[in-house]
């Protein structure tokens, strides 16, 4: 258990409301992910951050922003969602000086209608 | 990025080894294997890592080409709780983590 939780596991919004997700980690490891998985895909990277207010863009970060004030939350918002944006989400973190390994939280399931 | 190639799936017997391939043709010297797995409804799961030599750990081993160029990941005995899928990944030294997934082999155990 790597003390990683997301929140909401679940939500259902409407096209253009603003959503926002969060991944809160329990040990002060510098390095969070948010990834997003689509049916019949792998993960693909949006957003991942190295430290507090230090943030870069993943593979798909259009639509998406990510803020991190605190080492343990970092929270991934969708400023209007789409429907496009229709995901599972995960979280993920490294711990110490090396993100070789990566540990996942359980998903949080986004559904824009 | 240096992309996989990787079967769709592959099936298995209980308690006999799994061989599973994984392509990476364009690796780059500074290149990271990676294999992660996800089980149903849960996130991926770190498997193995390596970069040149062979690797093992309790979970499994890693076999890398001698040109790097193709890898295959071993479970030595599978067991019900391997039905997964299974990610190849390469990462670039240096990249911070940033791990790209493809569409992994969805291993099929059969009692």
């Known amino acids: 258990d790597a003390g990683i939780t997301q929140s909401p596991r679940h939500k259902v919004t409407e096209t253009g409301t603003p959503v926002t997700l969060r991944c809160h980690q329990t040990?002060?490891?510098?390095?969070m992910y948010w990834y997003r998985q689509d049916p019949g895909h792998g993960l693909r990277l949006i957003h991942y951050?190295?430290?507090?207010?230090?943030?870069d863009k993943g593979e798909v970060s259009d639509g998406y922003s990510v803020s991190r004030s605190k080492t343990e939350d970092f929270l991934l918002t969708l400023e209007s969602a789409t429907s496009s944006q229709t995901s599972v989400y995960f979280c993920?973190?490294?711990?110490?000086?090396?993100?070789?390994?990566?540990?996942f939280g359980p998903g949080t399931r986004l559904t824009v209608l | 990025d240096a992309k996989t190639t990787q079967p769709n799936s592959m099936e298995s017997n209980e308690e006999e080894p799994v061989h599973l391939p994984c392509n990476h043709s364009?690796?780059?010297?500074?290149?990271?294997i990676h294999w992660y797995r996800q089980l149903p409804s849960q996130g991926p799961e770190y498997v193995i890592h390596?970069?040149?030599s062979n690797v093992n750990n309790r979970m499994a081993s890693l076999a890398i080409a001698e040109d790097r160029k193709s890898s295959t990941l071993i479970l030595h005995r599978a067991t019900l709780r391997d039905a997964a899928v299974y990610y190849c990944?390469?990462?670039?030294?240096?990249?911070?983590?940033?791990?790209?997934f493809g569409k992994g082999t969805k291993l099929s155990v059969k009692p």
């Open positions: 993920a973190i490294t711990k110490g000086q090396t993100y070789n390994e990566q540990f």
């Open positions: 040990e002060n490891h510098r390095y």
């Open positions: 951050s190295y430290g507090v207010k230090d943030t």
């Open positions: 364009t690796i780059s010297g500074t290149d990271y």
């Open positions: 390596g970069l040149t």
């Open positions: 990944i390469l990462e670039r030294g240096g990249s911070q983590g940033n791990l790209i």
